[in-house]
C-alpha cells in the first residue's frame, strides 16, 4: 500500500504544484516571513518552489524514509535555507515554520483531490505529517549547527584577538590581559608569554590585569604558574593594574603574589625602566639654563 | 521597591561559572553594593561556583536578593548533589584542598561574605549558603 500512496502523492504534488505554493506562499506571510523584509518574495517562492520539485522527486522513488539517498537532494536544499536563515537572523520558529507550513496547503490539496479513496484518507494525511515533521526538525538542527558554527568561529577570534604580547622597549615586554582566565585561554598566553620572552631576550615580563574583571584562586593560580615559569627562564615578572577592590578581595581571599605588583602599567614600566638603567627625560631643556 | 525574583542557574561546565559571575554581579549591582562589595560577593560566587562543579560534579545556584528593613543585600545558595564534604572545619583551613588548587576557595568565600553557612552530609551533596549586605 504504502508504495502506491507515495506515488500518488507524487502525482498530486505535480498536478496541483502552482496552487500548493500560492497557497504555502500565503501562509508563510501571513505568518510574518515577508514582514521583516530580511527575505523577498520571488526568493521565497524560488525556495518553495524548488522544495516541491525535490519532495516529488523523491515521493516518485517510492521512498518516505528522509535517510534515504533519494531525500539527499531535499535535505541539501534545506540545510542551505537553514543556513541562510540563520544568517539572516530569523528566528528558530521562524525558520521551522518553513517546512510546517507546507502541512495546510498540502492536506487542503489532499482533500480537494480525487486520487485518494475516502478511507484512506487519515493514513495519507499521517503519512505526510510524519515526512514533514522529520523534515521540519531536519530544518532545526541544520539552524542549530549553523548557529554554533558562528559561536565556535567567534570564540576562536575572540581567544586569538585578546593575548597580544607587547613590546614595550628592549627587554621589556608587556603582557595586556583582558577578560576571563579560564584553563584553555590561560594555556594559550602562557606559551604566548614564554614565547615572547625566549624570542626577545626579555628581562622583564608586565602582566597586566587591568581588563580582568575578577580574581580568584584559579586566577591567581595561572598568574602564579606564569610567573614562575618566566622566571625559570630568566625573565622577572610585575604584575600591574591591580584596582583597589581586587586588592581588597585577595587579601580576604588569602592570595600572596610573591611578585612585584603595581597599580598602573605606567607604574611598572617605570619600575622596569629603572632596572635597566634607563629614563624617560623630556625634550625641552629649560629655558633658564640656555641662557 | 521591586525586588527581581529568585534566578536559579546551573553549574555544568566552566562557562556556567562565569555566567553566574555576571549575573552575580548584575544582582550585586541592583541591590546597590558598592564596587569593593560587588567584587567581594564575585569572587566569592567564582570560588564557590567551581567547587560546585570540580568537587560536587556539577550543581546549581539560586540567587537572590535580600531586603531586610530597607538594608538590601545578595544571596546565594550552591547545591550539589556530589559526594560531600567528611570534614568540614578541615575543609575550612586555609591551605587544605583535596584537588591541586591553592586550597583557598572556601575560606576565602568565608572570609569575603557577611553571612556563611555549610551544610554537609557524606553522599548527600553540599548545600553553601553566602549572603553580602549593604
Known amino acids: 500500500m504504502p508504495r502506491s500512496t507515495l506515488a500518488v502523492l507524487a502525482q498530486l504534488l505535480a498536478d496541483q504544484e502552482a496552487s500548493i505554493v500560492k497557497e504555502w506562499l500565503e501562509t508563510l506571510s501571513t505568518g510574518g516571513q515577508l514582514q521583516s523584509g530580511r527575505i523577498r518574495e520571488p526568493e521565497l517562492r524560488t525556495q518553495c518552489t524548488s522544495f516541491l520539485q525535490g519532495l516529488r522527486t523523491a515521493l516518485a522513488q517510492d521512498s518516505n524514509d528522509t535517510a534515504a539517498p533519494a531525500f539527499a537532494p531535499v535535505k541539501q536544499l534545506l540545510a542551505d535555507i537553514s543556513k541562510s536563515r540563520a544568517i539572516q537572523g530569523f528566528s528558530p520558529t521562524e525558520t521551522a515554520m518553513f517546512v ?162 603595581k597599580a598602573t602599567l605606567a607604574d611598572a614600566f617605570a619600575v622596569a625602566l629603572k632596572r635597566l638603567n634607563r629614563t624617560v627625560v623630556s625634550l625641552k631643556t629649560d629655558p633658564r639654563q640656555q641662557a | 521597591m521591586s525586588t527581581t525574583p529568585p534566578d536559579t542557574l546551573p553549574i555544568r561546565t566552566s562557562d556556567d561559572v562565569v555566567f553566574v559571575r555576571q549575573q552575580v554581579r ?38 537572590s536578593s535580600i531586603d531586610d528593613n530597607g538594608r538590601r543585600g545578595v544571596r546565594l545558595v550552591f547545591e550539589d548533589q556530589g559526594p560531600g564534604i567528611p570534614d568540614i572545619p578541615l575543609a575550612l583551613q586555609d591551605g587544605y584542598t583535596t584537588g591541586n588548587g591553592l586550597g583557598l576557595g572556601l575560606s576565602g568565600a568565608k572570609r569575603l561574605s557577611n553571612e556563611f553557612r555549610i551544610e554537609s552530609a557524606l553522599g548527600g551533596g553540599t548545600r553553601v549558603m553566602i549572603a553580602r549586605w549593604k
Open chain 1, 100 to 261: 510546517f507550513s507546507l502541512k495546510q496547503p498540502l492536506v487542503n490539496a489532499i482533500n480537494r483531490s480525487e486520487l485518494f479513496a475516502a478511507n484512506s484518507l487519515a493514513g495519507v494525511v499521517w503519512q505526510v505529517t510524519l515526512l514533514l515533521d522529520t523534515l521540519g526538525l531536519y530544518t532545526m538542527d541544520e539552524y542549530q549547527k549553523s548557529r554554533e558554527q558562528v559561536i565556535i568561529r567567534q570564540q576562536r577570534e575572540i581567544s586569538e584577538l585578546s593575548t597580544p604580547v607587547v613590546k614595550l622597549w628592549d627587554g621589556v615586554l608587556a603582557l595586556p590581559l583582558i577578560g576571563t582566565l579560564d584553563s584553555e585561554r590561560t594555556q594559550v598566553v602562557m606559551e604566548n608569554l614564554l614565547q615572547s620572552i625566549v624570542e626577545q631576550g626579555a628581562e622583564i615580563a608586565i602582566i597586566d590585569i587591568t581588563g580582568v574583571p575578577t580574581v580568584d584562586t584559579l586566577t591567581a593560580q595561572h598568574l602564579l604558574k606564569t610567573v614562575a615559569a618566566a622566571r625559570l627562564m630568566g625573565a622577572d615578572c610585575i604584575v600591574s593594574g591591580i584596582r583597589p577592590q581586587i586588592a581588597q578581595t585577595m587579601v580576604h581571599l588569602g592570595l600572596e603574589l610573591n611578585v612585584v605588583s
Open chain 2, 26 to 63: 548584575l544582582r550585586a549591582v541592583q541591590a546597590g553594593l558598592g564596587l569593593v562589595d560587588q567584587t567581594k560577593i564575585v569572587t566569592a560566587a567564582s570560588e564557590l561556583a567551581r567547587n560546585t562543579l570540580d568537587y560536587g560534579g556539577g550543581g546549581t545556584v539560586t540567587l
